[in-house]
């Protein structure tokens, strides 16, 4: 089950195929998604199980992990971490905030983007690396790695900021050869001083998913 080789023993994951049923949500959890539909009930319940899983993993004991404010997870005190899914596939990655800055994760399906909305996220720069990439690798959907990309990279980036990331402002070089991807933010945009960031890109069992982890 993908999730990955390149993470370092500080960061602990979990992944799933099959959705969880709600019942082992905390009650700050369940009222939050008490008139969402029962699909996207199903990826909470499911997530945060995979959190908590993961969670256990570090030694932690069992927490509720409703959303904030902004809708991004509320993480216990001195813990960071990340969550995804997408059709038959869950998955988290939580780390001690001393050992890690920030992790973003993202599972997209091995599926093309619509035509229309890849100029929404990607510059001509990085059309023109996607054609090229298209050209030597065509069994790979490019176009929707990069989106999984940019989303792991918004993941990172948000709780460290508290700002929002434009598609745009974040410029991405795809590494075919070592899964691996490096990216260039606007200026403005910076990632803390002194911190180094590790991006791999990983193709399995039909789905695309991307990492971003920052650390000191």
């Keep these: 089950m993908i999730l990955t080789s390149h993470f370092s023993a ?22 939050q998604i008490a008139d969402a539909i029962s699909k996207r009930q199903l990826e909470y319940s499911s997530v945060r199980w995979c959190a ?17 404010p902004q809708r991004d997870p509320v993480w216990p005190q001195g813990i960071i971490g990340s969550l995804t899914h997408c059709a038959g596939y869950y998955a ?5 905030r001393s050992d890690c800055l920030a992790i973003g994760i993202d599972a997209e399906l091995h599926q093309p983007m619509p035509h229309d909305t ?31 990309i940019k989303e792991s990279i918004f993941k990172a980036w948000f709780p460290l900021t ?3 990331l434009d598609f745009h402002q974040a410029t991405v070089r795809l590494e075919h050869d070592s899964n ?30 991307s990492t971003l982890v920052i650390t000191p």
């Design 10 to 31: 500080t960061i602990a994951w979990q992944a799933c195929t099959a959705t969880v049923p709600i019942d082992h949500l905390w009650p700050e959890e369940r009222v």
């Design 118 to 148: 890849l100029s929404m996220v990607a510059s001509p720069a990085e059309q023109r690396m996607l054609q090229q990439l298209a050209e030597y690798h065509p069994a790979i959907h490019w176009d929707t790695l990069l989106f999984s």
């Design 180 to 209: 691996t991807f490096s990216v260039q933010l606007e200026a403005g945009c910076d990632w803390p001083p002194a911190s180094q960031q590790q991006g791999n890109w990983y193709r399995d069992n039909g789905l695309l998913l």
């Design 92 to 96: 988290a990655a939580v780390a001690r």
């Design 162 to 164: 508290r700002r929002w």
């Design 52 to 68: 908590r899983q993961a969670l256990q993993q570090l030694g932690h004991p069992p927490v509720a992990l409703p959303n904030g």
